[in-house]
């Protein structure tokens, strides 16, 4: 599975927000979007699902046109996880899950016994057989997050689109999330997400994205970022990216 972006513009009345954005992710691979607010991530992350309209540029997957699929089609090929809130419904974990399968049923009809049997394998692949059974409103923001991707792994699509998945959670269960994302990749799944931090998105992503007035400042690997200046333009103050004697790769403020 493919996805590429071409030439994308976006306009929120006279405010242009993307400015002919080209972009192009991979099977396999996570992308992490990273840029001030306002830089155009969210915005990005909502038109690939057609959320929104665009006039200008292209957004395609394996070469047909997002916007030309309907709803239905488009769930069988990506699936969108917004931000966590503090409002969800009295729902158990399991019964959240299977309402992910409703792109492969029709208008009246109920989750069976095959959507049952892949909701319990969703359930191992991302270890929350402990959390199955209790309600949405008690179980921890990381385990509701990991509860989200659950339901978004129960549409069958290959693209994960992550609209900052960490905001609000303590720094265990960020990291819970973000191994957990890794662990999809590993297994074929290409992921897109938005974040604040750039530490997390250094450890776990494949691609950085940086973006900036409405275009890519920088695209590629992590490691790329050691002793860039990019960072520190992009977001106005001095940041150095540096490796570890272990070999990870944090920011370091100047």
């Known amino acids: 599975m493919i996805l590429e972006i ?31 607010n306002g830089a155009g991530k969210t915005t990005l992350l909502r038109l690939i699902p057609a959320f929104m309209r665009h006039k200008v540029g292209s957004i395609e ?24 809130s503090s409002s969800v ?42 959390i199955a059974d209790r309600t949405m409103e008690n179980i921890s923001g990381g385990e509701r997050q990991l509860v989200l991707i659950a339901r978004a792994l129960m549409q069958d699509a290959r693209l994960l689109i992550l609209d900052e998945p960490t905001s609000f959670l303590d720094y265990s269960n960020q990291l819970l999330v973000l191994e957990k994302i890794e662990e999809l990749r590993a297994r074929g799944y290409s992921c897109i997400y938005s ?22 400042a920088y695209d590629g690997a992590p490691s790329g970022l050691v002793g860039s200046d990019i960072l520190s333009e992009v977001y106005g103050r001095g940041i150095r990216v540096m490796e570890t004697e272990g070999g990870s790769l944090v920011c370091i403020p100047e």
Do not use: C, W
């Open 6 to 36: 071409k030439g994308l513009e976006f306009s929120y009345r006279d405010h242009k927000v993307l400015d002919g954005l080209d972009l192009r992710i991979g099977e396999g691979e996570t992308v992490s979007l990273l840029g001030r």
């Open 61 to 84: 997957i394996d070469g047909r046109a997002v916007s030309g699929m309907a709803l239905r089609e488009r769930a069988n090929y990506m699936a969108y996880i917004p931000q966590i």
């Open 89 to 130: 419904f009295p729902y158990s974990v399991r019964t959240s899950i299977l309402m992910g399968s409703a792109n492969r049923l029709s208008l009246f009809q109920t989750p069976g016994a095959k959507e049952e049997a892949r909701a319990e394998e969703v359930i191992d692949l991302l270890n929350i057989r402990h």
């Open 195 to 216: 974040t604040h931090n750039p530490d997390l998105a250094l450890m776990h992503s494949t691609r950085v994205v940086v973006m900036s007035g409405g275009r890519i």
